[in-house]
């Protein structure tokens, strides 16, 4: 798995061999996504989570995905997973990955480290992602629950949690519910949900925990698994995932169409033109109109044999 998981990051090739040959092992992981600001607790919370799930007789993989570090591997692993232990028991599997080449966002390796994970039969994956930037948002393509983790004391960034954040969390949990204002904080979070009340029927828990003292992880599985039955009996886990398919089919055609379109026409291709366009000699659009006319003439002069 290691290895596998290696490759998507630098043999994307090799990934896609795998799970073309294991595509109908696909679908059976329930994917959660854990988000919230730096140093929240996200990493001790996911830690309790995946022993609280193990103990429940789950198998898990856990990715923790770093925005910061171009580094992949096991290196930084220490330091950033605080329990250690849960990352030693047989049933878990844990990784740090790097966002790079994705603007921060979740990069495609990510992703097909969740296919993998999923294939190779993990019965969850847990993707650790920085609330902050592109990650944050880039989560809810990903995963079918979203955990977003508040923390008292955040004063007027509730507000800013506000815009990105409500709409993409399916659970909230106010973390270090040791420190003061956890209540003020929790209640705030109820007062924004209902004003603003999630459209599709699953009313969002607001649950308080203690992660270094493992206080809460119990609700949060029970909830967590709720949230799963809930999307399944509603229909909206496979509609979900059929989004989410449609999504990354336009993705991958759409970086086809981009290689081969810069195949066609040649490396180096913008830069003169860049220029041009910047100097004020040629405009935008014109630009764009004669590249897409050039194609269209390359392209069917190849007999449209563009497919490899
Ligand atoms: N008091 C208190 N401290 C906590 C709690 N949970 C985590 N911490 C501490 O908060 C600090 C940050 O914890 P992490 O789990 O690394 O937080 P994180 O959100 O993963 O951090 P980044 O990944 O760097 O954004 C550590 O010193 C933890 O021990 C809690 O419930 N109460
Ligand atoms: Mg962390």
């Known amino acids: 798995m290691a290895r596998a998981i290696s490759a998507a990051e630098n043999d994307p090739p090799v990934v896609q061999a795998f799970l073309r040959e294991h595509s109908q092992r696909l679908g059976r992981a329930r994917i959660v996504g854990i988000t919230g600001p730096p140093g929240a607790g996200k990493s ?38 605080r329990l250690p232990d849960i990352a030693q028991h047989p049933q878990v599997f844990v990784r740090s ?21 999923d294939a190779f039969g993990m019965d969850f994956v847990l993707i650790e992602t920085v609330g902050t930037g592109q990650a944050e948002t880039d989560i809810v393509s990903v995963a079918d629950s979203v955990i977003v983790v508040a923390v008292p004391g955040l004063g007027d960034d509730i507000q800013a949690l506000k815009a990105g954040i409500l709409e993409i969390a399916d659970l909230f949990v106010v973390n270090k519910a040791d420190r003061e204002g956890a209540e003020k904080t929790e209640r705030e979070l109820l007062h924004m949900l209902k004003m603003q009340p999630s459209s599709s ?29 809930f999307l399944r009996e509603s229909g909206l886990l496979l509609r979900q995932r059929v989004a989410r398919a449609e999504q990354e089919l336009k993705d991958l055609l759409r970086s086809r169409m981009m290689q081969e379109f810069e195949r066609l026409m040649g490396p180096a291709l913008y830069r003169d033109l860049a220029q041009e366009i910047v100097a004020g000699e040629q405009s935008l659009y ?23």
């Open 44 to 81: 001790t919370l996911t830690g309790c989570l995946a022993a609280e799930l193990v103990n429940r007789g789950f198998s898990l993989g856990l990715l923790l995905v770093d925005p910061s570090s171009p580094f992949t591997g096991g290196a930084i692993l220490g330091d950033r997973l």
């Open 97 to 117: 990955m790097s966002s790079r080449g994705s603007m921060g966002g979740l990069s495609k390796a990510t992703s097909d480290a969740v296919k993998l994970l």
């Open 201 to 229: 029927g699953w009313t969002i828990p607001v649950i308080r925990t203690v992660a270094t003292k493992n206080e809460g992880i119990g609700e949060l599985a029970n909830k967590l698994l709720a949230h799963y039955e």
């Open 286 to 308: 014109d630009t764009a109109d004669k590249l897409w006319q050039q194609f269209l003439v390359r392209i069917t002069q190849k007999g449209g044999s563009a497919s490899d």
